[in-house]
């Protein structure tokens, strides 16, 4: 069974640092795909950024980027130039190609920004 | 706005009770999700549904159930509530079934069971 782990459950950064939020995964399979999803106060679930495991590049969204260490099984997301808005919840998850598996969390890291 | 729309956003009820939660797929995904969020599991998946067939089940108690319908949208009922079922359901939905296919998340039905 997949398992996604999120080790820090609250983080601070200053308005305009870059900040790394970190995620490790744990399957057998070879096929998966690592998501971001951030989760603001007002509750709605917003995708971030995908990382397939076959990517050979580290995927980029504007300001997001997944910093993707296959062997050690870390897909980290660095959030550049962090901005108020940013403070949120934010979801690590995962999907392996094995059947109908579905997206599998972690239990979410909250960042606040500080001007 | 992700297209997902959840239904009522809020509910609140007492133990012992039946509600509905309804969820409306974005136009064209054949997949829907059903999660749930509470403050000491995090986000536990429930049910799958592709096309109107059960694909997948978690964490899903026995009194709970879900549907999926011909028009695509999909309820989740629960029944006999108790204190500890009050979370956050989320729906979700998505084109496909690969393994690279995101979900777009309703706004969630916030249930309190008193």
């Known amino acids: 069974a997949q398992k996604i782990t999120q080790t820090q459950p609250g983080m601070f950064v200053q308005e305009k640092e870059a900040v790394t939020l970190d995620c490790t995964y744990d399957?057998?399979?070879?096929?998966?795909?690592l998501f971001w999803y951030k989760q603001p106060s007002s509750g709605e679930m917003i995708f971030l950024i995908y990382?397939?495991?076959?990517?050979?590049q580290n995927a980029t969204e504007g300001r997001y980027s997944l910093n993707f260490q296959k062997a050690r099984k870390s897909a980290n997301l660095v959030i550049s130039a962090s901005q108020l808005g940013d403070s949120a919840m934010y979801f690590c998850?995962?999907?392996?190609?094995?059947?109908?598996?579905?997206?599998?969390f972690g239990k979410g890291t909250r960042l606040s920004v500080i001007a | 706005d992700s297209g997902v729309t959840q239904t009522p956003k809020h509910l609140i009820t007492a133990t012992g009770q039946r509600v509905t939660l309804r969820c409306s797929p974005r136009?064209?995904?054949?997949?829907v999700y059903w999660y749930q969020q509470s403050l000491d599991q995090g986000l536990q998946f429930l049910i799958h549904?592709?096309?109107?067939?059960?694909?997948a089940k978690g964490n899903i108690l026995e009194r709970f159930s879900a549907q999926q319908f011909p028009d695509l949208h999909s309820e989740l009922n629960l029944s006999s509530l108790e204190l500890g079922d009050s979370a956050l359901y989320f729906c979700?939905?998505?084109?496909?079934?690969?393994?690279?296919?995101?979900?777009?998340f309703g706004s969630g039905t916030q249930l309190s069971v008193l």
């Open positions: 979700a939905s998505s084109g496909g079934q690969e393994v690279g296919e995101k979900l777009f």
């Open positions: 399957t057998s399979d070879q096929s998966y795909g």
């Open positions: 990382q397939g495991s076959y990517d050979e």
């Open positions: 998850a995962m999907r392996v190609n094995s059947g109908n598996t579905p997206l599998v």
């Open positions: 136009s064209g995904d054949l997949s």
């Open positions: 549904y592709y096309n109107g067939e059960e694909r």
